[in-house]
């Protein structure tokens, strides 16, 4: 009764350069509150005439979405769009930390120099675990997935107004049970939320029932 998910593989992350690499220094962090972790992550998307990169910023308290940029290319500085918008919506002033994957547009001198002139710390994964940068990896799903990014768009003009208007309503109107049902933007807005924690690596036992009920708001 479930509906299988095409499987398709485009690489997004080059990790084999000679730039600085940082630790992660996320794992045992205790996330309480919003604007405390920023997690990125590029995912592409398919036209007709090729691919384009979505390059994404999210809230790892509020799962809000705050920066992105689609682009045709995945350079340091169309990923540093994306952070400055992120920036420019930042609305608290304690520490945060930018976690990601160890690819060449994170490691670069023009996007850690923006990090460090924020007060923001820079985290990285280690390994090519998926786990490591859970939260990103989900919202790409959740973009794809539920609100039709997962398609071969016939133009530019198309996917660019599909993903602004889906990052729009993704933050306004799409609820997290691991944030008690609210939306991001709801979400945004407290500190009060008790994050619900989730156990991985876990093998999963398949219920059709429990996965057509609850897989829109497992995030």
Do not use: C
Request: glycine residues 4%; proline residues 3%; hydrophobic residues 35%.
């Amino acid at each position: 009764m479930l509906v299988g998910k095409r499987k398709k593989y485009h690489k997004t992350t080059n990790s084999k350069h000679w730039m600085r690499k940082y630790p992660n220094i996320i794992k045992e962090l205790d996330i309480v509150r919003p604007e405390q972790l920023w997690v990125a992550d590029i995912t592409y998307l398919e036209s007709e005439r090729g691919y384009r990169y979505l390059h994404l910023i999210t809230d790892a308290y509020s799962k809000k979405i705050v920066g992105y940029e689609l682009s045709n290319n995945m350079k340091a500085t169309t990923t540093l769009k994306a952070l400055s918008m992120a920036l420019k919506g930042r609305i608290y002033d304690d520490m945060l930390i930018h976690h990601s994957d160890r690819g060449l547009q994170y490691s670069s001198a023009v996007y850690t120099e923006l990090l460090r002139e924020n007060g923001i710390r820079i985290s990285m994964t280690q390994d090519s675990d998926p786990y490591e940068n859970a939260i990103a990896e989900r919202v790409n799903g959740i973009l794809k997935d539920e609100f039709g990014l997962d398609q071969v768009f016939q133009n530019e003009r198309g996917m660019n107004k599909q993903v602004s208007e889906s990052i729009a309503l993704y933050n306004a109107l799409r609820p997290h049970l691991s944030i008690n049902m609210l939306t991001p933007n709801q979400a945004h807005k407290q500190n009060t939320v008790q994050l619900k924690r989730w156990k991985t690596k876990q093998p999963l036992e398949l219920n059709p029932t429990a996965v057509l009920n609850n897989s829109i708001f497992d995030v």
